[in-house]
């Protein structure tokens, strides 16, 4: 078992292929905690209703045990340093929207005379129209979780009542 700790953070609503990159990359280095952020937070970031916290808390953990078949420390963030600057992390993942957060994380934590968090940038996974796939994009009916366009499903359907 590998004793690295890892940490990564976000409000993890309506989980996607984006998500599972992210906690994939996670995984794959050492022991997992993941910072969600509380109800609270979620309504200061996100220009869209969210799902409560504890529903939240839920489906990611239903996500992780489906995909990874592991499990992970998962606890609320009110803020965006959550633990980074009381504990030690070897790693810390991050999406590019998020890569300035572990940047600002890693200058406090000099600051404090603390060594800094290795970050390990993932890709955006992409939709099918080469834009990151976002759950703003799939809660607005645009794509669904895998990043496929819902319009074009739509159209692709369409025409297989209408010929078949």
């Known amino acids: 078992m590998n004793n ?36 609270a937070m979620a309504k200061r970031i996100k220009k869209r209703k969210v799902a409560d916290f504890k529903e939240r808390k839920k489906e990611l ?24 600057l009381e504990e030690s992390f070897d790693f810390i993942v991050v999406s590019p929207e998020t890569r300035q957060t572990a940047l600002k994380i890693n200058k406090k ?19 099918e129209g080469k834009k990151p796939i976002s759950s703003t994009k799939i809660a607005k009916g645009e794509i669904d979780r895998e990043g496929e366009s819902l319009k074009e499903k739509t159209r692709i359907l ?6 078949g």
């Open 61 to 84: 953990k239903r996500f992780i045990k489906k995909n990874f078949k592991a499990e992970a420390n998962i606890f609320k963030i009110k803020d965006k340093f959550g633990p980074t």
């Open 4 to 39: 690295k700790k890892v940490i990564i953070g976000g409000t993890f609503d309506i989980l996607h292929n984006g998500h599972k990159a992210l906690l994939e990359r996670a995984f794959a280095l050492g022991r997992v905690s993941i910072g969600l952020v509380s109800d």
């Open 109 to 127: 934590r000099l600051e404090l005379g603390k060594k800094p968090i290795k970050i390990i940038k993932i890709d955006f996974v992409l939709t």
């Open 158 to 163: 369409k025409n297989i009542k209408t010929f």
